[in-house]
């Protein structure tokens, strides 16, 4: 569980694991996360693969509820204590979990 935000833990079927396999594959392709490619056996044996985080973009208020494993990946790589990442809605570089929206807008 990291420090700064909260997640949700979750159960999914295999089906939704597929479905989830599959995005993860196609945004490979597209080089819109780093590779190497992970199989579907080490991608579903992730610590992090039934667990999902609130995410809110600080810039336009979008809000989504995404799977944490890629970002514990990144938080890894980057030693960063929460996630960034760009808004689906806005594409701008300001989607941050919805604990962290809440401590950066009440500090303003
Ligand atoms: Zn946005």
């Not at 780093?34 to 810039?59: A, H, R, T, W």
């Amino acid at each position: 569980m990291p420090k700064f935000f909260n997640t949700i833990q979750i159960k999914m079927t295999s089906a939704q694991k597929q479905n989830l396999y599959r995005a993860y594959s196609d945004n490979i392709d597209q080089d819109l996360i780093m590779g190497p490619k992970m199989s579907y056996m080490s991608f579903i044996n992730q610590p992090n693969l039934e667990v999902m985080v609130d995410m809110k973009c600080l810039d336009c208020q979008f809000a989504l509820r995404v799977n944490f494993a890629l970002y514990a990946e990144y938080m890894k790589l980057e030693k960063s204590p929460f996630p960034l990442d760009t808004c689906p809605h806005c594409r701008k570089l300001q989607f941050v979990p919805l604990d962290i929206y809440n401590k950066l807008i009440d500090s303003i």
